[in-house]
């Protein structure tokens, strides 16, 4: 064994392992076909009618629908797995009538599959098989077919489901997807399928949860100096000030560390000058009830360091400073 590793470029065979696979995944792209178009509007069907959707294979195939019964669900499409042996056996009792079944096959002549195929027909279930061979007997017997392509698998010997399996994964990530794209699925939407880890939580947390707000955030009438300011700034250990109309409490503008700076560069009595002269009027700001990746979009689009939260009235109300985000993990 150390003999073949001291002969064998790993890092080269591995980018041609990979290059294989990702050929499957273009080739099969590139034979995209009407049939992509047919299972796309049986799928629309089936979810208009609340009916699920049905993932069903053997061997290496099974995770593979594990992952694209997964992502449809993810989505808020009714997906479940279906065992071809146990289905057999009792477990066709998840199967509804209007129900849409994938059977992924290869070859597409895997008798489990063609087996289940007959009944799954005689339940009414509309069953789509996901192969390579267009013209092998699943294809045939099944309502509709969606083919992918690969060269070769990415084996040595040719043998281990790899480039094929990766075909089959992206055909039908490709399938969720646009499909995700029709109904228009927001990211609020998408938000109620994911509550828990990292991606729960940057696509549930709002702005109101991150702010500073009280003694933590510098607020003052926009007639003030710079003397005032600057000793609010330091008080609140932030970096701008909040500076809003009197009669109305709407946020006039912002005053920061930087303005500060360019202040003293021209004026002798800098302290004593009305802050309004060199305050940032109509500032960035984010709306209450936004997102907090939305205020993170906000922060790496205009490279700013600190961010005023207003409410529906436009009056200050919270401040987030790009240094809590780190410490809040938002994906």
């Known amino acids: 064994m150390q003999a073949r590793e001291a002969g064998l470029d790993v890092i080269a065979r591995g980018k041609a392992y990979l290059d294989m696979e990702a050929q499957a995944v273009c080739l099969t792209r590139d034979h995209l076909g009407a049939s992509f178009q047919q ?4 799928v629309h069907e089936s979810y208009r009618r609340r009916n699920k959707l049905i993932f069903s ?3 290496k195939n099974e995770p593979i629908c594990e ?8 989505t808020g499409v009714t997906a479940v797995y279906l065992d071809p042996l146990k289905a057999l056996h009792g477990d066709l009792g998840l199967c509804d009538a209007g129900d849409l079944a994938f059977l992924f096959s290869n070859s597409g002549e895997s008798e489990e599959l063609i087996v289940l195929n007959s009944f799954l027909k005689r339940m009414d279930v509309t069953t789509i098989a996901l192969t390579s061979k267009p013209e092998s007997q699943l294809a045939r017997q099944c309502d509709f077919c969606l083919p992918y392509q690969y060269g070769e698998e990415a084996c040595p010997l040719n043998l281990a489901p790899t480039s094929s399996t990766t075909a089959a994964l992206a055909l039908g990530d ?5 499909f995700l794209e029709m109904r228009g699925l927001s990211r609020d939407d998408f938000a109620k399928y994911h509550p828990s880890g990292n991606l729960g939580r940057s696509l549930l947390l709002r702005v109101d949860e991150v702010m500073r707000t ?4 510098a607020v ?4 003030c100096v710079i003397r005032d300011a600057i000793l609010s700034i330091s008080k609140a250990r932030c970096g701008i000030i909040a500076l809003v109309e009197t009669d109305s409490g709407k946020l006039a503008g912002v005053f920061s560390d930087g303005d500060f700076r360019r202040a003293a560069l021209r004026e002798q009595q800098v302290l004593d000058v009305p802050v309004r002269q060199y305050m940032t009027a109509s500032p960035i700001t984010v709306q209450s009830g936004q997102l907090a990746v939305e205020a993170l979009r906000i922060f790496q689009h205009h490279r700013i360091n600190d961010l005023i939260v207003v409410d529906s009235a436009g009056c200050p109300i919270g401040l987030i400073d790009g240094q809590d985000l780190p410490a809040i993990q938002l994906v």
């Open 57 to 59: 294979g053997v061997g």
């Open 39 to 42: 299972v796309l509007s049986q």
């Open 214 to 217: 009280g003694d933590r955030m």
């Open 174 to 178: 490709a399938l969720a997807m646009v």
């Open 67 to 74: 992952k694209i019964r997964a992502t449809f669900n993810s």
């Open 220 to 223: 003052l009438p926009v007639d």
